[in-house]
């Protein structure tokens, strides 16, 4: 590795909205973010699934050839 062109590699702490604070390392000393593993959807179970049911049918009709 060349020297002196690197970024200092230390300790940092992301910060999420809902409050949670997760400790890890990086070259950004703070960071704040909307969403983590803790108030996400997806990840507590909370996410809703959109119902697709009848879209391919819809589009079949939308763009049939006509006779």
């Given at each position: ?30 960071m704040h ?20 049911e ?8 939308r ?5």
């Open positions: 590795m060349k020297t002196d062109i690197h970024p200092e590699y230390t300790d940092a702490t992301i910060t999420c909205s809902c409050g949670n604070v997760l400790n890890t390392r990086s070259t950004v000393k703070e973010i909307n969403t983590c593993s803790k108030c996400h959807p997806f990840y507590t179970g909370q996410n809703t699934f959109i119902d697709a009848g879209r391919v049918e819809q589009f079949r009709r763009y049939e050839k006509r006779s």
